[in-house]
């Protein structure tokens, strides 16, 4: 009997027809209610989710004959790892697979707002010739800090030291960068203080935020904040306070703290992209 295997998340039909020609059981089931999933998990050894699904411990609980939870993504923050692997239940997840989509993200967003391509291209359909308010800037020359130098954090990396950017990074849990040309730095502290740019690759911390007020404060003036980690990571609230005080020249937010995110101030921001 073949094993049964559930997608609770969109996935790219080619990857589903892939597992089922290793034999397995698959059911695609999307956007299914916490109620729902905990209804249908009983039947399944294995689901595969990506970020919208929340594999909590009531729905572990209920899984019955779940053998292993598989997250097509990098972060793990939607699932109970622990809770799950001691009920016998592995986790796994696909640490590699968009490493270079969101390292590009990053470089585009940062391109995005030296540029001002969006807020330009906006107000000139709006019959606006804002030329000289838009004023773009080169990154040549620019100092890249980048928080947290794994896989993501690598590749963007790679890509922005032949921009003819300098690349600064700050990660606690390596002793060499592992990428020619980047310097690691001792402290978040000295890598803010440094950078013209900041791009944020990292994991959400249990509690508290790893760029908060006291973090922004210690920010070059002027300097642009990417964050393309996860929502948690920056305290949005002290982040807008920055961008309205002009402490900052710009954001550009990928992710929220609350998704799809309510928080009106950041929404309406100019300066955030």
């Known amino acids: 009997m073949a094993h049964k295997v559930l997608v609770c998340d969109k996935m790219d039909p080619k990857a589903v027809e ?32 990506r970020s919208a699904t929340k594999v909590r411990e009531p729905i572990i609980d209920k899984a019955s004959s779940l053998k292993v939870i598989v997250r097509a993504g990098v ?14 239940i592995e986790v796994k997840n696909t640490p590699a697979a968009s490493s270079s ?13 030296y540029r001002f391509l969006y807020a330009s291209n906006v ?21 890249l800090g980048i928080v947290g130098l794994g896989r ?30 980047v310097e690691l730095v001792g402290s978040l502290e000295d890598l803010l203080s440094q950078a013209d740019i900041v791009s944020l690759h990292v994991p ?30 920056v305290d949005e609230n002290a982040l807008v306070d920055a961008l309205e005080n002009n402490k900052l020249f710009a954001a550009a937010v990928d992710v929220f703290e609350e998704e799809p995110t309510n928080n009106q101030r950041l929404l309406k921001n100019p300066k955030v992209s």
């Open 101 to 113: 989509s969101v390292a590009e993200l990053a470089l585009a967003h940062i391109f995005s707002c």
């Open 204 to 233: 959400a911390p249990e509690k508290g935020y790893i760029i908060g007020k006291t973090e922004l404060a210690k920010m070059k003036d002027g300097a642009l904040l990417i964050n393309c980690a996860r929502g948690g990571v």
């Open 75 to 88: 972060g793990l923050d939607n699932i109970d790892v622990e809770y799950a692997k001691s009920k016998g």
């Open 152 to 181: 993501i954090g690598k590749q963007l990396a790679k890509r922005a030291i032949p921009l003819g950017m300098t690349v600064k990074a700050y990660d606690p849990f390596i002793v060499s960068a592992g990428v020619e040309g």
């Open 18 to 49: 892939q597992i089922k020609q290793l034999g397995f059981d698959v059911t695609v089931r999307t956007d299914m209610s916490p109620d729902e999933l905990g209804e249908v998990i009983p039947e399944y050894e294995a689901i595969i989710v």
């Open 123 to 143: 107000t000139m359909r709006e019959g606006k010739w804002l030329k000289k308010q838009y004023k773009g800037h080169e990154v040549a020359g620019k100092v």
